[in-house]
């Protein structure tokens, strides 16, 4: 942007030296490969070949690359107790429906929050913005006694329901909502007798489409990173992340599908951030602070 | 429904008390109570009432066998006084906050300013490169392989290679180096939402006030920085903070993942994981309710703190 308006023509002249400019670069470049070496090391790990994983001294990058880490992966799958496809079922199962009902009762929340005027409508909001300030670990073992009356130790809705309300959550949706969706547009609809549901799903639901993405992706992030749970102990429940954890725990023989499986775990993310990454963005430009 | 009815509907304040004026105003508002219901129930069941409970257990001596018994402030005594290894966690929590916090806020504002002016399609794939680490789950124990305690770890094996050293160290079983590790592995994973936040905030601000700025005498990018950018900037500033400060107490799961539990020598033992010890293992739930009573109020403390640091900055 700064090239653009450093026109010479006009008097408007942004200063920016070429020294500058290389010190940015460098330091830039620095961080950069800190941040990337580590990941590059993991694909070239993962397409490593027995002799290389365990050669000495040992090679940053694989020379003779092979698919033969993840094929024992899957080899790997098909001997384990519980099928492997139950593990993966369980983590689709529980991030699809925990992220749909995040979805929809964050946005919920923060329409009403965001654009009706209510008591204690306020309040609410201002607590649900300080849990911002405190991590989950703090609760954790609290919540685990709330769960154990409940009677959900060991049922998907141990894991499913509490990512049905996340702070962060409903904190984006509502700023992106108060400052993308406008009263007049509201106001219009509720003249011409829509309900409040309907305006929320019809009117602003659609205006915030980059908010409900980014609430997709952090939620559906977090539940398919989620690893063991202190809240499941039957095998049939557990999730994909764990099972891959037990075969990097398998030793040496299995460092190389070990590292076949991190690739793969990866790739989901990473991917999924591609494809919404200037949604994500746009939705964190209403994401600030005020008091 | 007119306009004029609306009108009629929305309830006038004066000749009534403030009770009566809620009441109303309740009634009126009755689909707003609904349709935040839902969210509140849930987060009133897991984030609220689990602060409350730990706050009302800090004071017994429960743990899940007997009914407990009020203990006054038994718990705290005993941390503060009677329990070294609380104190040593309470060290490494501050060391551990006090270096990744600031550190991986700076380096999530640096560089999503340095690639603010890089054309979109650029400034796309090096924001990927810095945020991939952080949402891609469990691939920091690659760090584990990196700085592997064998001569087959590359780390080691470099440093053999050069004549460094002549054994090799045991980098994650060996007191001085788990803590900088863990560190660093943190900050690795530690540009994250606040990252994000910033790079948008970033675009957010108005060109046209670079312009003038350039015209009033703005000399450098860095006087631009602080008199134009940052004062733009204020609300993304607190928000990435806050989203920092979470964060860097809440690395005990990687600490965990990459030293095992409990960490040689106690060497990288965060409040955290003294409560989960207590809470998760010996099933103290009394005394780790205090732990966590604790753990929020640090964290609470700090952001607080912050927030009040930033609120200079951005004005």
């Known amino acids: ?291 | 429904m007119s306009k004029k009815t609306a009108e009629k509907k929305a309830v006038a304040r004066k000749d009534m008390t403030m009770l009566q004026w809620t009441l109303k105003e309740m009634k009126r508002n009755w689909v707003a109570y609904v349709m935040v219901a839902p969210f509140m129930i849930i987060f009133t069941l897991f984030t609220i009432a689990p602060v409350v409970l730990s706050v009302v257990f800090s004071f017994t001596n429960f743990n899940l066998l007997e009914w407990p018994d009020f203990v006054f402030a038994d718990n705290y005594i005993r941390l503060f006084l009677d329990d070294d290894i609380f104190l040593t966690a309470v060290k490494n929590t501050f060391i551990f906050a006090v270096i990744v916090g600031p550190v991986s806020y700076l380096m999530s504002f640096l560089v999503a300013w340095f690639i603010n002016e890089l054309p979109p399609k650029i400034r796309a794939v090096v924001t990927l490169v810095f945020y991939a680490p952080s949402i891609s789950g469990q691939v920091y124990l690659i760090w584990q392989t990196l700085f592997s305690g064998d001569s087959y770890g590359w780390v080691n094996s470099k440093l053999l290679e050069m004549g460094f050293i002549t054994e090799p160290i045991q980098f994650f079983n060996d007191a001085d180096y788990i803590m900088p590790l863990c560190i660093v592995v943190a900050l690795w994973t530690s540009l994250g939402t606040s990252f994000l936040a910033f790079i948008a905030g970033l675009q957010g601000v108005d060109k046209s006030q670079f312009e003038a700025g350039a015209v009033d005498g703005v000399k450098n990018r860095w006087q631009e920085l602080w008199y134009i950018t940052l004062p733009n900037m204020g609300p993304q500033l607190m928000f990435g903070a806050i989203m920092a400060i979470t964060g860097a107490f809440g690395f005990g799961g990687v600490v965990t993942a990459l030293c095992g539990f409990p960490s040689v020598d106690y060497a990288a033992h965060t409040i955290m994981h003294h409560l989960d010890d207590y809470g998760g293992q010996r099933f103290e739930i009394g005394y780790s309710s205090a732990i966590a009573v604790i753990l929020f109020l640090v964290m609470i403390g700090s952001n607080m703190l912050v927030k009040k640091i930033i609120a200079k900055v951005g004005t």
Do not use: C
């Open chain 1, 1 to 291: 942007m700064g090239k653009k308006l450093r026109t010479r023509n006009h008097k408007v002249v942004l200063n920016r030296s070429r020294g500058g400019d290389a010190g940015i670069t460098f330091v830039l470049g620095i961080l950069g490969l800190f941040m990337f070496l580590p990941m590059v090391y993991v694909i070239s790990q993962s397409l490593k070949p027995l002799d290389e994983l365990w050669m000495f001294p040992p090679r940053f990058f694989v020379v003779n690359p092979t698919l033969k880490n993840f094929t024992d992966l899957f080899t790997l799958m098909n001997t384990s107790l519980v099928p492997f496809s139950r593990y993966i079922f369980n983590t689709v199962f529980v991030s699809v429906v925990g992220t749909t009902g995040n979805l929809f009762f964050s946005s919920l929340a923060a329409y009403a929050m965001a654009k009706i005027k209510f008591p204690g409508g306020k309040a609410m909001f201002k607590t649900v913005r300080t849990s911002l300030m405190f991590h989950a670990t703090v609760t954790a073992i609290t919540s685990f006694l709330i769960m154990s009356k409940l009677q959900w130790i060991d049922t998907y809705w141990a894991r499913i329901i509490p990512a049905w309300a996340t702070s962060l959550g409903l904190y984006l949706m509502k700023q992106f909502m108060e400052t993308n969706v406008t009263d007049a547009v509201l106001e219009s609809a509720r003249l011409d007798g829509a309900s409040e549901f309907r305006t929320y799903w019809t009117i602003a639901m659609p205006m915030v489409k980059p908010a409900w993405l980014t609430l997709i992706i952090y939620s559906f992030k977090d539940l398919w990173n989620a690893g063991a749970s202190v809240y499941i102990q039957s095998e049939q429940l557990k999730s994909f992340n764990y099972a891959i954890q037990q075969v990097m725990a398998g030793g040496i023989k299995r460092a190389g599908a070990g590292a076949a499986s991190t690739v793969i775990m990866m790739m989901v993310p990473i991917l999924v951030f591609v494809i919404s990454q200037s949604n994500i963005i746009e939705t964190m430009g209403s994401s600030g602070m005020k008091d």
